[in-house]
C-alpha cells in the first residue's frame, strides 16, 4: 500500500475537520475512543487546545487534541534535524588525455584520492581529439590503471564506457 507524506500545512485542525466520526487521542496520548468530530472540538476548545487530524487515511480519521502551534514547531524541527544528517555526494571529475605521462598520471592519481576521501564520487574522462580517436583500444590501459593505483580505497562503481569522443569511469569509495 502507497503511504503519502502529509506536510505541516496539509493538516486539519479545529473547523476543518469535516469527518462524521473521528478517533479522539488526548494531549498526553490517551484513547478517548470514536466520536463525531463537532464532539472532539468540543473537547478540545475546552482543553484550550486545536483539534489535528494527524492521520487521514486510517479508518476512521485520527484526531488528537494538541497546541498546535507547538505541534508545528515540533514538526519543524524534526524535518530540520533530518535534512542536516544527510550527506550530499559530489561527484567530481578528472580529465585526461591519451597521450598522459606517468607523472602527469600521478598527479591527476593524487588529487583523485582527496576527493575519494572526502567522501565524494570521481568520474574520471579520457578524451579523444582528432586522430587519437584511431586508437581508443589502445587507450583503455589508461583508465584500468588509474582505478587499479586507487584500488586500495575506491571501487569502480560505472566500468569504462565510451561515450562521444570520451571515456568515461565512475570510482566511488570502498565501503
Known amino acids: 500500500m ?3 507524506v502529509i506536510t505541516i500545512s496539509q493538516l486539519q485542525i479545529n473547523e476543518q475537520i469535516r469527518d462524521r466520526e473521528v478517533r479522539v487521542v488526548s494531549a498526553d496520548g490517551e484513547q478517548l475512543g470514536i466520536m463525531s468530530a463537532r464532539d472532539a472540538y468540543k473537547m478540545a476548545q475546552e482543553a ?3 483539534l489535528v487530524k494527524i492521520a487521514p487515511h486510517a479508518k476512521p480519521p485520527v484526531v488528537k487534541i494538541i497546541d498546535y502551534g507547538k505541534f508545528r514547531y515540533e514538526q519543524s524541527r ?16 578528472v ?3 591519451p597521450n598522459i605521462e606517468a607523472n602527469d598520471l600521478n598527479t591527476k592519481v593524487n588529487a583523485a584520492r582527496k576527493f575519494i576521501a572526502k567522501g565524494d564520487k570521481v568520474k574520471i574522462s579520457l578524451r579523444f581529439r582528432g586522430r587519437e580517436m584511431a586508437h581508443v583500444q589502445n587507450s583503455k590501459h589508461i583508465l584500468t590503471d588509474f582505478a587499479d593505483s586507487l584500488a586500495d580505497i575506491a571501487v569502480v562503481e560505472k566500468p569504462p564506457k565510451m561515450e562521444g569522443r570520451c571515456m568515461t569511469m565512475v570510482l566511488g569509495q570502498k565501503r
Open 78 to 93: 524534526k524535518e530540520k534535524e533530518a535534512r542536516k544528517k544527510q550527506k550530499t555526494v559530489e561527484l567530481k571529475e
Open 48 to 50: 484550550e487546545l486545536d
Open 2 to 4: 502507497f503511504m503519502e
Open 95 to 97: 580529465r585526461l588525455s
